[in-house]
């Protein structure tokens, strides 16, 4: 589940099941990385989500990379050559944004 909280409200919320149900854990799929980033993308989940909560007119909707978008979960996601990495990514997803405050 990932969910997103405004002033201790839940405003959305996402499940997705995994494709290995037994003995993984967040860490073993994070350390999965080597030197040369080439490795420990993993796609970790199949068919999208399994239910979800997420109002259309959620604040913020188009640049949310995780509610703003459909797919499959995804881990060690690196992209622009390697000079840049997302630790969990929504597959279906595709977030530029200029306008953006950070």
Known sequence: VIA???????????IWQFNETIGFSLLDY???LRPDRRSGRAAVTLNGTVDER???GLRGLGRDPIFGADGDLAFNWWFDGGRGAARIVVDGGNVTCEDCPW
Do not use: I, L
Request: charged share 25%.
């Open 4 to 14: 997103r909280h405004q002033s201790g409200q839940c405003e959305a919320a996402k």
């Open 30 to 32: 994070f350390q999965d």
């Open 54 to 56: 997420v109002p259309p």
